[in-house]
């Protein structure tokens, strides 16, 4: 498949385990945090959203957590499967405008 | 509800030659993005258009263009290509609320320059 990003960070886990994916966000006046997956070939899906005024946010075997003391974001998949395996990308909006900042990306490799 | 649709999937060019991408959004979504995804830099963005007008721009040189239409479908134009311009181009569009509309991405245009 199509490469994402040929020098990301990667996290391998076991399939059935929990999953952290964690992310530093640079401007402390972001106010909306996404995450996104990327499968080979597609473009990001959008998995989990959070604005400023919550610090958890919980989805379907998804949470989000934020940080604003150290500027941080966290996703946790529970139960992971090999389906969860792609690259994972934190987004901040930190604006009105509709502009995203996109974090490097952490790449997930499920283990069978 | 189709998704974002971006059209050609895959294109080669020569250097100095100009390009074309389209993009149709999500139905109901007046608000389109384009980013730029490459390895070395990761997902940048380039513009964002609503209701035909560029509300917004990215750090990069004016051979990088785009329009929306009244339909809300766009394109993005890059002329005099350079081998730098190989990469990954997305788009992707949301409602008007930035807190309940998050972006959704099409598949991309994968743009190889040579």
């Known amino acids: 498949g199509e490469s994402v990003g040929l020098h990301l960070p990667t996290l391998s886990v076991q399939e059935g385990d929990n999953s952290i994916i964690n992310c530093a966000y640079s401007n402390s006046a972001s106010d909306y945090f996404i995450w996104y997956k990327q499968e080979s070939g597609k473009g990001p899906q959008f998995i989990i959203d959070?604005?400023?005024?919550?610090d958890k946010r919980q989805g379907q075997r998804v949470t989000v957590l934020l940080n604003k003391t150290v500027k941080h974001l966290s996703l946790q998949i529970a139960a992971t499967q090999p389906g969860d395996s792609a690259v994972y990308f934190c987004a901040e909006n930190g604006d009105s405008s509709y502009k995203l900042i996109f974090g490097s990306g952490t790449r997930l490799l499920v283990r069978p | 509800k189709a998704g974002v649709t971006q059209t050609p999937r895959y294109l080669i060019k020569t250097r100095g030659q100009q390009v074309t991408l389209s993009c149709s959004p999500i139905?109901?979504?007046?608000?389109v993005s384009w980013y730029q995804q490459t390895p070395g830099q990761g997902l940048q963005f380039l513009f964002e258009y609503f209701s035909e007008t560029q509300r917004n721009k990215g750090n990069f040189p004016g051979r990088f263009s785009g329009r929306q239409f009244s339909n809300s479908r766009s394109e993005m134009n890059v002329s005099t290509l350079e081998l730098g311009d190989s990469a990954l181009y997305l788009c992707a569009s949301r409602g008007e609320n930035r807190y309940n509309s998050p972006l959704h991405f099409g598949n991309g245009t994968r743009l190889t320059v040579t």
């Open positions: 139905s109901g979504h007046r608000s």
């Open positions: 959070i604005r400023s005024n919550m």
